[in-house]
């Protein structure tokens, strides 16, 4: 069993930076992929952006690239969001996610943290 705690989000100003984190407890396996979800009022969750424990690899969605930047800590088993530039339309409630494949769909995800909210606002 994998528990996901996430931390980090509150109210910024446009142009702002926030550092989410992503507290993993549990047996976190090797090949496992950590990613960043989003969900805005009324809209369906979203890829923000995927890392691979073990290699690193790191991959964005479009709207992000650029701006966010996801890494590890594998000694703390913390996952980081770090998120630079934001708009308001980066509004959301943040979710931290891990699933066996490399993926950019929620469906393949087993684990979900409770969420934290960003909003970007003057």
């Known amino acids: 069993q994998v528990q996901l705690v996430e931390s980090g989000g509150g109210l910024v100003q446009p142009g702002g930076s926030l550092r989410l984190s992503c507290a993993v407890s549990?047996?976190?396996?090797?090949?496992?992929?950590m990613a960043w979800f989003r969900q805005a009022p009324g809209k369906e969750r979203e890829f923000v952006a995927r890392?691979?424990?073990?290699?690193?690899?790191?991959n964005y969605d479009d709207s992000v690239k650029g701006r966010f930047t996801i890494s590890r800590d594998n000694a703390k088993n913390t996952v980081y969001l770090q998120m630079n530039s934001l708009k308001p339309e980066d509004t959301a409630v943040y979710y931290c996610?891990?699933?066996?494949?490399?993926?950019?769909?929620?469906?393949?995800?087993?684990?979900w943290g409770q969420g934290t909210q960003v909003t970007v606002s003057l």
């Open positions: 996610a891990a699933g066996r494949r490399w993926s950019d769909s929620k469906s393949e995800y087993d684990y």
């Open positions: 890392i691979a424990w073990s290699s690193g690899w790191t």
């Open positions: 549990g047996r976190i396996l090797s090949f496992y992929t």
